[in-house]
């Protein structure tokens, strides 16, 4: 079993939608939950991230953590034509002295005008 | 502020040829180092990180290598490439004990 599990898409949404991307994890013991975007070509940047469960709420984007079901959900209110890019969760799990990110397959996301 | 360089973009390379890729981090000493690689419908798979100079954890067993010569140098190698080894590589960079890593550009390796 993969250790974070997220749907490739592609997905494909009208401006003005709702969107929701979603991933699963296996490790119970996880508890920094992030996505990062990822625009065609570019490296990743962080969006945002939670800490054990619950939202957190950044603009149009809401993070949320579902931790006793290990779900994971990104949603992204009113969506723009400048939200089409490659969405990526990713479960930090820090041992070592060094945080290790272990992403999801990533979401392809197209919004269209 | 911090910036991170990886080079080169773009890189086709044929099979059984070396590879050298850099990435250098400045604006920040003593960082965490990190090389990923993306495949096509995949997510990034680590494949090695360095927490100080010379010292390197490999993730996965593969046809590549790492050094760290320096602070906030970081270069992936290979003697012979392999047709799997195409792909997108990234460097990333973090402190120790923050979440949140920095991705450099990436390059994106087609060996043919």
């Known amino acids: 079993q993969k250790e974070v599990e997220q749907d490739p898409g592609p997905l494909s949404v009208p401006e003005g939608a709702i969107v929701s991307l979603n991933c699963t994890y296996s490790n119970s013991a996880f508890q920094y939950f992030m996505w990062y975007r990822q625009y065609s070509r570019k490296g990743p940047e962080l969006l945002m991230y939670?800490?054990?469960?619950g939202n957190k709420e950044d603009g149009r984007f809401t993070a949320q953590v579902d931790k006793s079901s290990k779900y994971i959900s990104l949603f992204i209110r009113d969506s723009q034509p400048s939200d089409s890019a490659t969405y990526l969760c990713a479960i930090d799990s820090f041992s070592g002295g060094y945080n290790k990110l272990i992403f999801g397959a990533g979401t392809r996301l197209a919004v269209h005008p | 502020s911090q910036t991170i360089h990886q080079w080169p973009a773009t890189l086709v390379q044929p099979v059984g040829s070396p590879l050298s890729l850099e990435c250098t981090v400045e604006?920040?000493?003593?960082?965490?180092l990190y090389w990923y690689r993306q495949a096509a419908g995949r997510g990034l798979q680590l494949l090695f990180y360095s927490v100080g100079i010379g010292q390197i954890s490999s993730e996965v067993p593969q046809n590549l290598s790492a050094s760290r010569p320096q602070d906030r140098q970081f270069i992936l190698s290979s003697k012979k490439l392999l047709l799997s080894d195409s792909g997108f590589y990234l460097c990333a960079w973090n402190h120790e004990g923050e979440v949140e890593a920095f991705f450099g550009q990436g390059t994106r390796l087609t060996v043919v």
């Open positions: 604006g920040t000493s003593n960082p965490n």
């Open positions: 939670t800490y054990s469960s």
